[in-house]
T-cell receptor, first 115, second 112 residues
Framework: DAGVIQSPRHEVTEMGQEVTLRCKLI?????LFWYRQTMMRGLELLIY????????DSGMPEDRFSAKMPNASFSTLKIQPSEPRDSAVYFC?????????????FGPGTRLTVL | KQEVTQIPAALSVPEGENLVLNCSFT??????LQWFRQDPGKGLTSLLL?????REQTSGRLNASLDKSSGRSTLYIAASQPGDSATYLC???????????FGQGTRLTINP
């Protein structure tokens, strides 16, 4: 079975440009998590969805960030406009929602550099 | 607010040694605790998941323990190998939330 798929793997863009990161969940999973990893702050949750519905977006830095799940297996994280401080590795994770949280499986990440 | 701490930040040991990585968390109200491995420039690989009702989990040379009341977990690696070199992260899932709260990780180097 394929794991979590993220694209692109690397993205270099200039300040002010729109950036879209993509994630495909593991087949059969229905929870989707977006995390960001930086040297200073480590891994932090940005937002997560259960069954396509955003449950907790308290980690989204500001209005420049938005995330969607247009269908049950796919999600996008958009940054518009991007800023140099958005440079980080963005991870998507997938899980099977239940009464209690289950194991999360991470994608390979997207390394974003904003110049 | 749940906080997770991992000590030490870095550890270097010769091949063949048994070693212990430590993780502590401030709020014992958790659903579970998960240990991950991260290789440089790569994603996270799940190693072990311990439910809050469990005391330990084992997978091969890895053994993770959980003492929820004291807010501590350890990851024991037996007979370490150079291929075990990576950053090890622990994360807890707080009760009332499905998210993971991560520690900063321990960077492990196994010297041949």
């Amino acid at each position: 079975d394929a794991g979590v798929i993220q694209s692109p793997r690397h993205e270099v863009t200039e300040m002010g440009q729109e950036v879209t990161l993509r994630c495909k969940l593991i087949s059969g999973h229905n929870s989707l998590f977006w995390y960001r990893q930086t040297m200073m702050r480590g891994l932090e949750l940005l937002i997560y969805f259960n069954n396509n519905v955003p449950i907790d977006d308290s980690g989204m830095p500001e209005d420049r960030f938005s995330a969607k799940m247009p269908n049950a297996s796919f999600s996008t994280l958009k940054i518009q406009p991007s800023e140099p401080r958005d440079s980080a590795v963005y991870f998507c994770a997938s899980s099977l929602a239940g009464l209690v949280p289950r194991e999360q499986f991470f994608g390979p990440g997207t390394r974003l550099t904003v110049l | 607010k749940q906080e997770v701490t991992q000590i030490p930040a870095a550890l270097s040991v010769p091949e063949g040694e048994n070693l212990v990585l430590n993780c502590s968390f401030t709020d014992s109200a958790i659903y579970n605790l998960q240990w991950f491995r991260q290789d440089p420039g790569k994603g996270l690989t799940s190693l072990l998941l311990i439910q809050s009702s469990q005391r330990e989990q084992t997978s091969g040379r890895l053994n993770a323990s959980l003492d929820k009341s004291s807010g501590r977990s350890t990851l024991y690696i037996a007979a370490s190998q150079p291929g075990d070199s990576a950053t090890y992260l622990c994360a807890v899932s707080p009760q009332g939330a499905q998210k993971l709260v991560f520690g900063q990780g321990t960077r492990l180097t196994i010297n041949p």
